[in-house]
């Protein structure tokens, strides 16, 4: 988990304040140089990427899974030429349950 913003926030103006090199800081607060030097550039921590979502495109996805509902993971990796994590992460986006046994129940 990461640091509040008010925490981060003292840190920078003790840091201003007190003319405190990077290592400096880091070592008056038992944190990294990284992590002062990312402050310093941006205070609020970032919560998306900004990179496009897939090369999968999602509405093939969704075509894929109604025209084959018991397929598992990876043949659709197959079908679409990605990774089986790739077509996992997709449908977790879609809210679409993943197929969980990978070998079928054992005849009684």
């Given at each position: 988990?990461?640091?509040?913003?008010?925490?981060r926030?003292?840190?920078?103006e003790?840091?201003?304040?007190?003319?405190?090199?990077?290592?400096?800081?880091?070592?008056?607060f038992?944190?990294?140089?990284?992590?002062?030097?990312?402050?310093?550039?941006?205070?609020?921590?970032?919560?998306?990427?900004?990179k496009?979502?897939?090369?999968?495109?999602?509405?093939?996805?969704?075509?894929?899974v109604?025209?084959?509902?018991?397929?598992?993971?990876?043949?659709?990796?197959?079908?679409?030429?990605?990774?089986?994590?790739?077509?996992g992460?997709a449908?977790?986006?879609?809210?679409?349950?993943?197929?969980k046994?990978f070998f079928?129940?054992?005849?009684?």
């Amino acid at each position: 988990m990461g640091y509040s913003i008010d925490f981060r926030r003292k840190v920078l103006e003790i840091k201003k304040r007190d003319c405190l090199s990077l290592g400096e800081t880091a070592h008056r607060f038992g944190i990294s140089e990284s992590s002062v030097f990312r402050w310093m550039k941006r205070l609020e921590p970032c919560r998306f990427r900004n990179k496009p979502a897939t090369k999968i495109d999602m509405e093939l996805l969704v075509r894929d899974v109604e025209l084959y509902p018991d397929a598992y993971q990876h043949e659709r990796a197959e079908r679409f030429g990605c990774s089986q994590r790739g077509i996992g992460e997709a449908l977790k986006r879609l809210k679409i349950s993943r197929k969980k046994n990978f070998f079928p129940p054992e005849s009684r």
